[in-house]
């Protein structure tokens, strides 16, 4: 056999094994590029589906938000839609109670200012009467003894007893001196005295008798205070 011949026999099986790894090689691409079209196909679909969900998401959101305006629209429309009528029926009603309250006060408020205006003329009167209960009991305390028993003195002494009386109905009440501590609210301090009988700061004489009249002073008790 010549060396071209011996030479065919060998190139034959290298050229079908060149043949061989070329269609393993082209079944190998094709199967790589089918899985890569499948991967991006795959990549596309996800990817359109997430935009399909964004997009579902944004007209919900939306047609929530249409949602609640419609709602807010239609409380507004609903008060728009109150009755007038009505609405002048609470006004007028609204007015009423008003005026009344305002002339409820104004009432309690005259009525308070007449009481304390009709006090203060009751009080200014019967001010002006102590000066006469003093005299009385000037002037009986100057009915000698001998005669203090007598018929005229009885007789001074009941009138004296149904004046006070009278007083004491109109709310005219003596104020308590001699023995108490002196307090300024209650008594007017005119001199100090010596007392062994009453501790320092105690009214120990009493030189006019001072009235209350209800809560209020009508004259302050003239008194004199131990040292």
Known sequence: MSSTDKKKVHDKPTKEVNEQEKEVLEEIIEELEEEAKEKKEEAAKEEAEAEDKEASEENNEETSEE???DKKKGLFNKKEKKDPLKEKIDEL????????AEFDNFRKRTDKEKAQMFEQGQGSILEKLLPVIDNFERG???????????????GMNKIYKQLMKQMEDLGVTPIEAVGKEFDPNFHNAVMQVESEEYESGIVAQELQKGYMFHDTVLRHSMVGVTQ
Do not use: H, M, S, Y
């Open 140 to 154: 009986l305390q100057a009915v000698p003894e001998d005669e203090k028993d007598g018929a005229f003195a009885d």
């Open 67 to 69: 949602e609640t305006d």
């Open 93 to 100: 009603n609204d007015r009423l109670i008003r005026q009344v």
